[in-house]
């Protein structure tokens, strides 16, 4: 594996966890941090040190299409409210009468389906303002996951879905989901060669990280994906100690790869994990 991707696969896991906890400290010696600086830091070192691997300007997306729809398909509110909320990004937010929601990524060619109690949000964007005002918001952790995305770069995490469901944020650690796009990438889905190697990169990002699985597999649709689940032990900002669980699923669109990476810990992990997999079924590529 090249450095470059293995640098960008490092940026993508600290983002994962930079709102909720401080990766790499001893959870038993660990006192409550400065978290946002020293993890802000982090990101920017990784940053810079992947944008100097790579000397190529970035490849200009398509214009796509749909060519399938999603497994399961809500029903759409008949008001105003149906007409999708397309920013600047290059990507809309259609949201629909049982608090279900579908996300088009135009720029990266998919789209895929987001179940009720899940808040997808994207950086700069007005539902991110929005946000803000949800009794929800009114939890510590909900607010330092949702501040945490502010100053990232929406043209590679596309997109950042919280967990609202009713006591899901108890244990100080908010489950969330990233998309994380990175244009230039590419990976081999064809065997487990590529995706091995991104797995080796992990453990040197997050201290105590155990990779517990890869697969390449696909999806209802056949569509190839790539699978890298993970545990590490962290500690939250507030000091609580939790075991953090993270399932990685990489998918190559028309343009460089996606992963979507889902945050959460073994305790909600068998109550998420299912909500997470039938998400991603929904997943289509959207024709160039």
């Known amino acids: ?24 400290l001893p959870t038993a ?14 990101v ?7 944008l100097a691997e790579t000397q190529q300007a970035l490849p200009m997306p398509t214009t796509a299409e749909v060519i399938s729809t999603p497994t399961f398909e809500p029903t759409p509110v008949p008001t105003a409210s149906l007409v999708p909320d397309v920013d600047d990004s290059g990507s ?4 629909f009468e049982d608090n279900s929601s579908k996300f088009t990524d135009m720029r990266a060619g998919y789209e895929i389906s987001l179940l009720e109690g899940w808040l997808p949000i994207r950086i700069n964007s007005q539902e991110y303002l929005d946000a803000w005002l949800l009794p929800e918001l009114s939890n510590p952790a909900m607010q330092r996951s949702l501040s945490s995305i502010e100053k990232l770069n929406p043209d590679e995490l596309r997109l950042f879905v919280l967990d609202v469901q009713e006591g899901h944020a108890e244990i100080d650690f908010i489950t969330n989901i990233n ?31 155990e990779v517990t699985s890869t697969e390449i597999s696909t999806t209802a ?3 190839p994906v790539g ?7 962290i500690t939250t900002v507030s000091g609580v100690n939790v075991e953090l669980f993270q399932k990685q699923v990489f998918i190559k669109t028309n343009v460089g790869v996606l992963v979507v990476t889902l945050s959460t810990t073994e305790e909600l992990k068998q109550t998420v994990l299912p909500q997470f997999d039938a998400m991603i079924e929904t997943f289509i590529l959207l024709s160039e």
């Open 1 to 24: 594996m090249n450095t470059r991707r293995a640098l960008l696969a490092a940026l993508m896991l600290l983002a994962t966890v930079l709102a909720c906890a401080v990766p790499g």
């Open 29 to 42: 010696s660990q006192t409550a941090p400065t978290a946002d600086t020293r993890l802000e830091r982090m």
């Open 44 to 50: 920017a070192e990784t940053v810079s040190a992947a």
């Open 92 to 95: 809309s937010i259609n949201r």
């Open 179 to 209: 998309f994380y796009w990175n244009q230039l990438s590419d990976i081999s889905l064809e065997t487990d060669e590529d995706l091995k190697a991104e797995a080796a990169a992990l453990p040197s990002v997050l201290s105590g990280l």
């Open 221 to 223: 649709r056949e569509i």
């Open 227 to 233: 699978v890298i689940t993970s545990k590490a032990p």
